[in-house]
């Protein structure tokens, strides 16, 4: 499961996360409109329901992460927009934890704004339909198995121990990753034959 709990995770990689989730998260604000905020929050919200379907995978469980999708629409956008989900789901149901709340939202928002970055501009503005779908459906298969190499590499930085089950928890993201590539695919191509725009990030 992306979302690590408290106790699990070592003091630097916890210092770490946090850093790197503070920057991104203001970073994010700082270039998110005020006209993106809709869009923002119906994606956290979404995330937030989605996540909170788990389906056993061998020896953990998968949920939807919807990075790759958010990394589309929202560019840094989405380490905020994560950011207050994840904080939401920590508070009131107790997934993955308070310490760890840096290191969930790394995990799972950097890899969605990555490819979001790099693949976005030819998905809003492809050569062929195809060739939008298909990067879409790359940019989620990969963000999902960004966040479980990122999870892993938590996970192995903290202890020795733990990389038995960081290599093993890995191979149970390769499921999502296809429903993922599926699902992102499907609501781009959505979005760009009804509303071209909303796969335009608004930044400020």
Do not use: C, W
């Not at 995990?107 to 704004?113: D, E, K, Q």
């Not at 298909?134 to 190499?149: H, I, M, N």
């Amino acid at each position: 499961m992306a979302h690590i709990p408290d106790g699990i995770l070592s003091a630097p990689v916890l210092i770490g996360g946090a850093i790197i989730a503070a920057g991104g998260v203001g970073l994010g604000l700082k270039r998110l409109d005020d006209r993106a905020i809709p869009r923002a929050g119906i994606l956290a919200a979404a995330f937030f329901a989605g996540s909170l379907i788990a389906v056993p995978v061998g020896p953990s469980s998968v949920h939807l992460l919807l990075s790759g999708l958010m990394g589309i629409l929202l560019g840094f956008g989405t380490f905020p927009a994560m950011a207050v989900a994840l904080l939401l789901q920590a508070l009131l149901f107790g997934f993955g934890g308070l310490t760890t709340l840096g290191v969930n939202i790394v995990n799972i928002a950097l890899p969605g704004v990555v490819l979001g970055l790099l693949f976005g501009p030819t998905i809003r503005s492809p050569p062929s339909a195809s060739l939008r779908t298909g990067l879409a459906a790359a940019v989620g298969a990969l963000s999902v198995l960004g966040t479980g190499g990122l999870v892993a590499l938590s996970l192995a930085l903290s202890s020795p121990d733990y990389a038995p089950v960081a290599s093993v928890l890995l191979a149970t993201y390769i499921p999502l990753a296809i429903g993922e590539a599926f699902i992102t695919s499907v609501v781009v191509a959505f979005l760009a034959r009804v509303s071209p725009d909303a796969l335009r990030p608004v930044l400020s």
